[in-house]
């Protein structure tokens, strides 16, 4: 008995002194982190910004495409080049000048001053008040607004402006690389043709460069009318005279007397088709009606005539005396 109560007491004294060394070096160990960021938070924060700034330059070479020992990475060899972007430019614009044909010589002397030339023009010249004109100006990009601003203020009053733009520069790239493919191409056939040996092998190769030069050809009209559309903006310009109608919302009243108008408008139309259409009628009728006057007088007279003969000779009138005995 006495043995087992001196190996309990001795337990219970070896676990007392187990826990109170780890109570302690629990203690001792929390008490430096304690000290760093309650008892000197100035040095605490003061580090803080170091920290990140040498994390900062760490990380740069990294997010640039290069690792932190100078080494090269698969990123670090590609080059980004900006590409000049391939803008069309085409706008529309309806002036009302008071002489449209004076108008025009000053619209073609502003649009060559500016570096353009006239590719289009249809004229109407029904009347000095009802003429009209249409333009086609192309205008180098640089002079367009100044150009077209000139236009709407000098030949007149402008009625109507309509821009807008197109941007090509993928569709030139395209139509560039697909033209590099069939210039290589078409070398690589030639260059089988002169190894050809026997006629089917030529005659096939032939084919194929015949095909291929097509195409070539066909990429090359792309380029240079793409090319053609963004060196030179599109202006279509129409001039109409002082009293010359125009469809569109700024020349229509609205409400009663544009019923009014509208109906005034039919009107006039349709006596105009009417008239028209009695001058082409007329030289025919005039043509006609002796020749109609003659049929009908002679069938008329035909129709007496036979009804002349068909009639029954007179008989006996009724009462009278029989026929007489032999």
């Not at 900062?56 to 690792?67: I, K, L």
């Not at 010589?105 to 289009?120: C, D, R, W």
């Not at 096939?204 to 030179?232: N, P, T, W």
């Amino acid at each position: 008995m006495r043995r087992m109560r001196y190996g309990i007491a001795l337990s219970a004294a070896c676990l007392v002194t187990l826990l109170g060394g780890c109570g302690g070096g629990s203690l001792s160990a929390g008490a430096p982190a304690m000290d760093s960021t309650q008892v000197r938070p100035e040095r605490y924060k003061a580090s803080q910004p170091q920290a990140r700034a040498q994390s900062t330059e760490q990380s740069r070479p990294q997010a640039d495409g290069g690792s932190g020992d100078g080494g090269d990475s698969v990123v670090s060899g590609v080059k980004v080049t900006r590409q000049e972007r391939q803008v069309i430019y085409t706008g529309s614009m309806t002036v009302r000048a008071e002489r449209v044909s004076t108008a025009v010589q000053q619209a073609k002397q502003i649009v060559t001053a500016a570096g353009g030339h006239l590719s289009k023009e249809e004229t109407n010249s029904a009347d000095a008040t009802e003429d009209s004109a249409m333009l086609e100006f192309k205008i180098p990009p640089a002079k367009y607004a100044e150009v077209a601003g000139r236009l709407g203020k000098d030949l007149g009053r402008q009625l109507s402006m309509n821009q807008g733009t197109q941007d090509v520069t993928l569709q030139v790239a395209d139509v560039e690389s697909r033209l590099k493919s069939a210039q290589q191409s078409l070398e690589s056939l030639r260059t089988l043709l002169k190894k050809a040996e026997t006629i089917g092998q030529v005659l096939q190769v032939e084919r194929e460069i015949s095909d291929r030069e097509a195409d070539l050809e066909s990429l090359q009209a792309q380029q240079k009318e793409l090319a053609a559309q963004v060196a030179m903006a599109t202006l279509t310009l129409r001039l109409v005279g002082p009293v010359a109608t125009v469809a569109g919302p700024d020349e229509e009243p609205a409400g009663f007397l544009g019923g009014l108008e509208a109906g005034w408008g039919a009107l006039v139309s349709f006596v105009k088709v009417a008239l028209t259409m009695l001058g082409a009628v007329l030289p025919w009728v005039v043509v006609s009606l002796p020749l109609l006057a003659l049929v009908i007088h002679l069938v008329r007279r035909d129709r007496a005539a036979r009804g002349l003969v068909a009639a029954p000779p007179p008989g006996p009138k009724p009462g009278g005396p029989g026929p007489t005995a032999a």
